[in-house]
């Protein structure tokens, strides 16, 4: 109250801690349920072993039965050696049928072959049995021998028992589908399941009949392994993708083995209702030790919270309330904590005044539209950015940034992965120019700035992709007229030649007429004369073809059939083209009447068609085609034509490697 002593508050929250026992409870619950948890696990084990136990037992007793049936016949058979075969063949009879376990029982000789079986097997008489293990483990043993089991046609598990003699060696085939009896019954009570292995780990018996008839096997489970070597144990094992608790027992003179497992949940459920019922007790106290803290709480938390309204209200610069409310308690504390706050309000809002001076300034500088500034930590995440940023980035906005990683931003993210590498390496700035790429797939380049301070990385950007889109634009201007410069000394070159060409082709055309207007129609060199004159036209052809390419010979457009101008230029291609490319022609019947410079375009088709030689080194197909067709008028535009009308389309196609686009560009050129 006021005017009275303060309280100490460490008084207040020692004396509270003195009415909570909680620990000492908990410590004492561990213990209870450490030791509960050892003493059910021990009994579930306990029951898993016994069940175990039992089930071998019981196959045991099973199997036991079956030696001493056997061991009657081979008494039997021993008392009357003189006894006749049908006498033989009817007691094997009885035998067999008064146990329905048994599907064949068999006598052999010392030599292991098979003297009398039933029932009655013409195949099977006279067989020699000797070298199956199971007998000859028997006869050398002299005890009645188990041999491995085997799963019969109709899935069934069945297993050899041999009795040896001192003549006879009773064998008898058994069907073990007893074994599945004793299985069931073990599924229906409250322990889970029980699977019966042979003494190669091969399962004979489990409420899973498909395993049986598989002959699956579980030698490799390490409880099963150290059980077929005799050694007797429980463990939790993972069995068909469940936590089971396992025993396993074995049978004895089989050396078979029983797997008794059951679900962890089902096996400690008794553990877990105990565990539950301490869990509700030591709730139960913590429940009681919540409300007595409580309640202390709510007068300690009393003052607490005016400090708490006192220290807000100087956070946010305004008036300081009053200390509380009258009849409310007062902490010694506390109140030296107060005073200590309102010393410092007058220094904190001298500070904040000059820090918020110093921001004005920062956030002038961060937000210059001309450099982008960046803060994202060392695995990429963008912690802050200015509007320059987010312009170079191409985002609406700054806040649109934030959470993002700048990773993402990077044409190549090697790039930003070896700029922090340097950046962490050297310890300074790193300086480097990199590529950038918008959330719309435009390209950007930037001049980077990146420094380390701290846990992050302060990157400074400037958008370059200006300046670089114009250096790439002067370097390509630059490169186009050094080639037409080239272009330009080629035509030149090539108008030269062809000019002075020309005149020497006038020359041995001129003479060539002479001769041929001197000699005979029938002469016998009329023909050679005849084919300088074709020779020199066609030269004539293509130096007119070279004058034009340098620009010093016009076009001569004219009507023509362009299926005369394609087979003449066949017959030359057929030359160039070799054996391996297979030449076609596709021409139409009626004329194809168009007006072009006839040895222009047959200078194209010579250079389509050795272009395509090159591009099929291991042969191929060439095929030229021609057509009339109809256009419209957007399809003319689209190929440079002057409107709508009918055209003659020609086609030259082969089967070659393709083309690039820097490739088509000159694919009219040899």
């Given at each position: ?40 696990q ?8 016994q069940?175990a ?27 009357h ?6 006498w ?23 030599r ?5 079986e ?36 109709t ?154 309204a006192?220290?807000?209200?100087l ?19 506390l ?25 004005a ?14 803060r ?23 806040a ?19 700029v ?10 790193v ?9 719309a ?8 700035n ?7 990385l ?20 630059e ?6 410069q ?6 030149r070159?090539a ?13 041995i ?80 019947q ?31 197909r ?7 067709v109809?256009?419209?008028?957007g ?31 000159q694919?009219?050129?040899?």
């Amino acid at each position: 109250m006021i005017g009275s002593r303060p309280t100490p508050l460490s008084a207040w929250l020692t004396g509270s801690a003195l009415l909570i026992a909680l620990v000492p409870a908990l410590l004492l619950g561990g213990v209870a349920l450490r030791d509960l948890s050892a003493r059910e696990q021990e009994r579930a084990a306990e029951r898993s072993a016994q069940l175990a136990q039992a089930v071998a037992g019981e196959v045991g007793r099973i199997l036991q039965a079956q030696v001493i049936h056997l061991t009657e016949v081979s008494i039997e058979a021993e008392r009357h050696p003189e006894a006749s075969a049908a006498w033989l063949e009817e007691t094997l009879d009885v035998h067999v049928a008064a146990n329905p376990m048994l599907r064949a029982l068999l006598l052999t000789d010392r030599r292991g072959r098979v003297i009398h079986e039933r029932p009655a097997d013409p195949d099977l008489h006279g067989t020699d049995l000797s070298r199956q293990p199971w007998l000859e483990e028997a006869w050398s043993t002299g005890a009645p021998t188990w041999s491995a089991a085997t799963i019969s046609p109709t899935g069934r598990p069945v297993v050899t028992l041999v009795v040896p003699g001192a003549r006879w060696a009773v064998v008898g085939y058994l069907d073990l589908a007893a074994l599945s009896d004793i299985v069931d019954r073990i599924r229906g009570g409250p322990a889970g399941g029980a699977t019966v292995l042979d003494r190669d780990g091969a399962i004979l018996a489990d409420r899973d009949v498909a395993l049986v008839r598989q002959h699956a096997s579980l030698r490799e489970l390490p409880l099963v392994k150290r059980a077929l070597y005799g050694e007797e144990g429980t463990e939790v094992i993972s069995l068909r993708g469940e936590d089971r608790l396992a025993s396993v027992a074995t049978v004895p003179s089989t050396r078979w083995v029983v797997l008794v497992a059951e679900p962890v949940q089902a096996a400690f459920a008794k553990l877990e209702r105990s565990r539950l019922l301490l869990l509700l007790v030591l709730a139960g106290g913590l429940a009681a030790a919540g409300l007595t803290s409580a309640l202390l709480s709510r007068r300690i938390l009393r003052p607490v919270r005016a400090l708490g309204a006192r220290v807000r209200a100087l956070a946010a610069g305004e008036p300081l309330p009053a200390a509380g409310p009258a009849g409310a308690i007062r902490f010694r504390e506390l109140e030296q904590l107060t005073a200590g706050f309102e010393a410092m309000a007058q220094a904190v809002r001298g500070r904040q005044e000059a820090l918020e001076r110093s921001e004005a300034n920062l956030r002038h500088i961060v937000e210059t539209p001309l450099v982008g500034v960046l803060r994202t930590d060392l695995a990429s995440e963008i912690l802050f950015a200015n509007e320059a940023m987010a312009r170079i980035l191409g985002v609406p906005s700054a806040a649109a940034l934030a959470g993002r990683r700048m990773v993402d931003f990077y044409v190549d993210p090697e790039q930003r992965r070896q700029v922090v590498e340097d950046v962490l390496a050297s310890g300074q700035s790193v300086n480097r120019e990199v590529e950038l790429r918008t959330p719309a797939g435009e390209r950007r380049v930037g001049l980077l700035n990146v420094t380390q301070e701290g846990d992050a990385l302060v990157s400074l950007v400037a958008d370059i992709t200006a300046l670089k889109q114009s250096a790439a634009e002067r370097e390509r201007l630059e490169q186009q007229l050094e080639r037409a410069q080239r272009i330009e000394a080629v035509g030149r070159l090539a108008g030269g030649v062809a000019h002075d060409l020309n005149n020497v082709l006038t020359a041995i055309i001129g003479y060539a007429h002479m001769l041929a207007e001197a000699l005979p129609p029938e002469h016998e060199e009329r023909e050679s004369v005849d084919g300088i004159l074709e020779a020199a036209g066609r030269a004539t052809g293509m130096t007119r073809s070279l004058l034009t390419f340098s620009r010093k010979q016009p076009l001569q457009p004219r009507p023509v059939d362009l299926r005369d101008l394609v087979r003449g230029a066949a017959a030359l291609l057929r030359r160039l083209l070799g054996e391996d490319v297979e030449f076609v022609l596709d021409l139409p019947q009626e004329p194809l009447v168009a007006v072009v410079d006839p040895a222009r375009l047959e200078q194209v088709l010579v250079n389509l068609g050795t272009n395509a030689r090159d591009a099929m080194p291991g042969g191929g197909r060439l095929t030229v085609a021609a057509a009339h067709v109809e256009l419209q008028a957007g399809d003319a535009a689209r190929h440079g034509l002057g409107g709508a009308g009918a055209f003659v389309r020609l086609t030259v196609s082969d089967e070659g490697q393709g083309m690039t686009e820097e490739v088509q560009r000159q694919a009219f050129e040899p």
